[in-house]
Structure formats: C-alpha cells, structure tokens
C-alpha cells in the first residue's frame, strides 16, 4: 500500500499521528460510513461542482485517485497548452500528491488556489489544507500569487433557476496565514513520514478523537474501554483529567477514587456520585412545582428538520433550517391522548402547509411539551421564513415547556452518566417505548433519507418506505416524552 501523503494524510496527521497510522496500514479498522456522513461527502462533491461556476470555462482534470499519475500528466498536458481555469488540477511535489479545487492562472504568469468548502465559515484546519496545497503546487514549478478558501455565504437567497456562485460563495484571502504556516510543512511532512514507517503510535484518546473532525477510528481506538461506565462518559471531561484516569489504569466511573485527584468540576462529581451510588436522585418538591406548571390539553410536540448546504427552493438560503414533519400526542385532562401529525410529501417547499397545519393541531390553549430547546429554534426559523404567520407563531411561546430541562435540573440517573438526550434517559426511566426495531432510529439519518426522497434519489416505493419510517420514529420522539412525563409523574407521588 502506497505511503505517499495526500493534502487529506496530512490533515488526519495533523490531528492524530496514530488516526494517519492507521489510515495507511489499517484502513479496514475504521468504522463504516454511516448514511448522515456519506450525505455530508456528497453534498461537499455538490458544492464543489457549484463553485466552479466563480470561474467559468475552465478545464476539469477528471481522473480519479485511483488514476493519480494519469491525473498529473492531464494537469500538465493542460498547463502547457495554455489553460488558464483548471478544476481538480494535480500536483506531486516531495512525495505528496494534491489535488486543487480550483486553480486560476494570473496574467504574471503565477497562479490563484482556490479551496472550497462546504462550511459556512473559515476554519483554522482550511488555513493548512490550503497551506500544503500551496507548498507541493509551488514546489512542482508553480508560483502561487494568492491561497483562497471558498465557503457558502449564508446571506444568499435563492431565487431559483441556477446557483448564482457570486452571490452564493464567499472567498477568503488567506495567503497571509498559509505564508506563516509553510516554513513549518516540511518538517510536519518529516515527522508523519517518521510515524508512517515505524509502528503503530501510542496515542491516548481525547478531544482529538472528534475535534476537528470526527475520527473514524473511534471505535477500535476506543475498544479497551469497559462497555458501561466508562471514564469517557463523563460530561465534558477534559483531556487532562482522562488522561490522568488512564495513566492510572481507572477506565470504569466505578473505578474512580473519591478524591478523583481533584480533576473533576462539581456538576462531574455528582454523575461520579450518582453512578458509583447505583441510585437515581430526584429532587421532587422541585419537580412537582415544575410539573404544576402544565396546563391541559397538553401537547406533546417533535419536529423533524433539515439543514441542505445547497437551497432547495426560492427564499431559502444555505443551511437553513427547514422542518419537514412534526408529531404531536395530545394528552387531555381525563388522561385519553390522540396523535396528529404532519408529514410533507408532495415535494417543494413544506414550511407554509407545516406551519399552518401546526398552529391548527396545536389550538389556542394548553402546554406545548418539547425536549431540549430546539424546538423554539425551529418555531422562530418558520416565523423568519413566513412573517405572515409570525404572530401566530410567536403566541405558542409563552405554552412551550421544555421536558429536558426539567430532566435535567431535577433528577438525576446512574444508567445516563450525567446526559439527558432522550435517547439516553428513555431506557434510563421507561423500559417500554424503544427505538430498536424502528426502520430510522436517529434524526440525522431521518433528515437524509427524506432528502433523498424529495431530490428523486429514490423510486415511489422507496419514498413511500422511507415516509412510513418517518412517521413512526417521529410519532416515537413524542410517545417517549408521554411516557417520561408519566414516569416523573409517579415519582412526586410516590416518593413525596
């Protein structure tokens, strides 16, 4: 297997030597590519393609990485031949092969790299993809007047039709950092070739394991580790503390002495406490007042949303958040429910219908149960998207009541190491609402699949598996929160 560096080796090394180590020698230990991850690729590849259109009437270079010395002779056949735009040039200098996503000949004879991204923002890990872009095309004969990085302007509106890529794009002049950071890639490139051709490395598990990126060698890296309770699971435990843990054989929460080498901020100890008690704590007269404050009917509400890079429809813009489905049981006073729900799926825009068959399932009166404050993010994004119904909108304000906060701040549960994502405090608290034989078991991979579906990726009858999946992990969502409410419920009773 080939040991030369690549623009993406080097990113990994930067961030983890053993992460590079094993991406080289070791590539079948990584995890799969889940569905969510593949759709971020894809819409990168998408985006990629899109800005092109900042420089028209270029030539695109079209071998793929499995045909690299095939790539570098197309990228010099057309330099030499007096190509002035090329799309996915390649270049190999000092054993690294890059290839750039845009690349702009200047009238004095230099060159403008272009990277683009399908983030919204700069970020610092752009600044060395562009650096070590900038070092091999530049090393193969090739002076850079300018390093750029391009990225989605979330100020654009579509109007519909084509991208407008001016308007769509914002373009980053980073010359000036990726000058500073240069004169350090050789010896970075010298260093991961040390890692590269040597064992594997010892390298502790911490924050880079999902910072910049999420590693996906997580799982073996992570193997040694207990199944339950283990250290990692502690809130936002700080590098030096688990690693102090680890340095001391202590994987296992359990495990933990009760001083904890004084590592740990208070909210952490009392998970530690908790877990190692075995016993759940609830602070009951404080949840009885919470729960006091309900008002029937009570609506259970869940939404399912989506965050395209690239807007669907006129007046969206990139990344904004768009919901697509909600489900709501309504429990009333007598203690009888009912389910409603709204599922777009005629395609096109599904605010409008949404929003209004939302405020009409929600009425005028009683509390509106969420989990976690998205759900607000979501009603304000409908209100910004339809200022007609933005008053109607904002009177279900002062009826949300946040069940996660509640969750949170009152009781407390050995089995959720300190979380409160309902996916953690469900089989924590009920033991009869579960997601397991469900055909979508989390909502990234709810947002994907129906952005397939709408996109025309799949057939009719794949379209309508996937809507039927929706629905039920939706209706789901909003059942586990009927049942916790009854769970905390019968805590103020019987432990009062």
């Not at 004095?108 to 091999?136: C, I, M, N, P, W």
């Not at 910049?212 to 283990?230: G, I, K, S």
């Not at 009392?270 to 404080?286: I, S, Y």
């Not at 794949?462 to 019968?490: H, I, K, P, S």
Request: hydrophobic fraction near 40%.
């Amino acid at each position: 297997m080939s040991t030369r560096l690549s623009k993406s080796r080097f990113q990994k090394g930067l961030q983890c030597e053993k992460a590079l180590w094993l991406a080289v020698h070791e590539p079948d230990s990584a995890d799969p590519i889940d569905e969510a991850t593949q759709w971020t690729f894809d819409q990168g590849t998408a985006v990629g393609r899109v800005a092109q259109g900042l420089f028209p009437g270029g030539v695109e270079v079209t071998e793929d990485y499995r045909h690299s010395e095939e790539a570098l002779a197309t990228t010099a056949d057309l330099i030499s031949h007096g190509a002035r735009v090329l799309y996915e040039p390649a270049f190999v200098y000092d054993d690294v092969l890059v290839r750039v996503d845009i690349l702009v000949a200047t009238e004095d004879g230099r060159f403008d790299l272009y990277e683009v991204k399908s983030t919204t923002k700069l970020k610092d890990q752009h600044v060395t993809d562009a650096a070590v872009q900038t070092y091999v095309v530049e090393g193969a004969g090739f002076p850079v007047r300018r390093s750029n990085v391009v990225h989605l302007d979330t100020t654009y509106v579509y109007e519909g039709g084509e991208y407008d890529p001016v308007r769509l794009f914002a373009i980053e002049d980073v010359t000036e950092q990726v000058r500073a950071f240069l004169p350090l890639v050789p010896d970075t490139l010298e260093l991961l070739r040390r890692v590269l051709s040597g064992p594997e490395p010892e390298v502790l598990i911490g924050q880079r394991c999902r910072q910049p990126y999420d590693c996906e060698f997580a799982t073996r890296c992570h193997a040694f580790l207990p199944d339950e309770h283990p250290v990692t699971e502690i809130p936002r435990i700080t590098d030096e503390a688990l690693h102090a843990f680890i340095d001391a054989g202590i994987l296992c929460i359990h495990d933990l002495p009760d001083n904890e080498f004084g590592l740990l901020t208070p909210p952490q100890r009392t998970v530690v406490r908790v877990v190692k008690a075995g016993e759940p704590e609830v602070d009951v007269d404080g949840l009885a007042r919470d729960l006091d404050k309900l008002e029937y009917p009570i609506y259970h509400l869940d939404f399912e949303t989506f965050r395209a890079a690239l807007p669907l429809w006129p007046g969206s813009r990139p990344y904004e958040l768009v919901p697509f489905q909600y489900s709501i049981h309504v429990e009333h006073r007598n203690g009888t429910f009912e389910h409603r729900e709204y599922l777009h799926r005629s395609g096109g825009d599904p605010r409008r219908m949404l929003a209004e068959h939302l405020l009409a399932d929600l009425g005028d009166s009683g509390s509106i149960t969420h989990y976690t404050g998205y759900e607000r993010q979501v009603l304000d994004a409908l209100a910004s998207a339809l200022p007609d119904l933005a008053p109607s909108i904002a009177a279900l304000a002062p009826r949300l009541f946040d069940l996660e906060a509640v969750i949170r701040s009152r009781t407390r549960h050995p089995a959720t190491n300190g979380r409160t994502s309902i996916k953690c405090v469900l089989p924590a608290w009920c033991d009869d609402v579960s997601y397991t034989d469900l055909g979508i078991q989390d909502g990234q991979t709810a947002s994907v699949r129906y952005l397939r579906a709408i996109t025309g990726e799949l057939d009719d009858a794949a379209c309508e598996r996937v809507f039927d999946d929706l629905a039920a992990y939706c209706g789901t969502d909003t059942l586990a929160m009927v049942r916790l409410l009854e769970t905390l419920r019968g805590l103020t009773s019987n432990l009062a």
